[in-house]
């Protein structure tokens, strides 16, 4: 069974500082993606990670995949505090032809002024 | 091009009545999935159905629980006789066919209250 950790589960830091998000994925993936989600609302996708070594950033965020070491990371550049809201990611299990995201639960990020 | 489309938004059902919670996926998406959120927690995988074929339910309870994606018109996830455990927000997201990034959109989410 597929599990998916992340850690911290909450992150409290000052604007300006950075920080690095934990993604570890128990079996074999090619596929992780991050939602971000603010309170009360959706999941709005932030990045699709389709490769080993696969590095994407937007803004003060970047994600990159390790698919030997089943770990992928969101590290917060110079933070603001438009970035607090719940961190999501999501790795994708193919089983019989279906395709679902296994979430985790979520790092909780605020970021004070 | 209107996002994915839920209703009702929010649903307050008594224990033992039905809940019916609706998605319209994104034009020119044909593949819908359900998950479901409890409180501080991550969305767990429900459904993923096809126009008039269910995927996979591996996430569904077997009981009381039921979804489809007609011909025509949105998907309907059903709740039967609901219990005060179903009360989470349940998330409808949609992707099209043949995206070899199989990206999700998600829309707002129906939020169902169980008194």
């Known amino acids: 069974e597929l599990k998916v950790e992340q850690n911290p589960l909450f992150l409290s830091m000052q604007e300006g500082k950075n920080y690095t998000i934990y993604c570890n994925y128990s079996?074999?993936?090619?596929?992780l993606y991050w939602y971000r989600q603010d309170p009360g609302k959706s999941l709005e996708s932030l990045f699709v990670?389709?490769?080993?070594?696969a590095v994407k950033q937007e803004g003060r965020l970047m994600a990159s995949l390790d698919t030997k070491a089943r770990l992928s990371t969101l590290h917060i550049t110079a933070a603001v505090h438009d970035l607090s809201a719940t961190y999501f990611c999501?790795?994708?299990?193919?089983?019989?032809?279906?395709?679902?995201?296994?979430f985790g639960k979520g790092t909780k990020l605020t970021v004070n002024p | 091009n209107a996002g994915v489309m839920q209703n009702p938004r929010h649903l307050v059902r008594r224990r033992g009545q039905e809940a019916r919670l609706r998605c319209s996926p994104m034009?020119?998406?044909?593949?819908v999935y359900w998950y479901r959120q409890l409180p501080e927690e991550g969305l767990k995988f429900m459904v993923y159905?096809?126009?008039?074929?269910?995927?996979?339910e591996s996430g569904m309870p077997k009981e009381r629980f039921s979804a489809e994606f007609p011909k025509e018109g949105p998907s309907i996830l059903r709740i039967q006789q609901v219990v005060r455990g179903d009360s989470a927000a349940y998330f409808c997201?949609?992707?099209?066919?043949?995206?070899?990034?199989?990206?999700?959109?998600f829309g707002e989410g129906s939020r169902l209250t169980v008194l």
């Open positions: 990670l389709l490769s080993n070594g």
């Open positions: 997201a949609s992707s099209p066919t043949r995206d070899p990034k199989r990206e999700l959109f």
């Open positions: 159905l096809q126009k008039e074929n269910i995927i996979d």
């Open positions: 999501a790795v994708e299990r193919s089983q019989g032809g279906s395709e679902k995201l296994v």
């Open positions: 079996t074999t993936s090619d596929r």
């Open positions: 034009k020119g998406h044909s593949h």
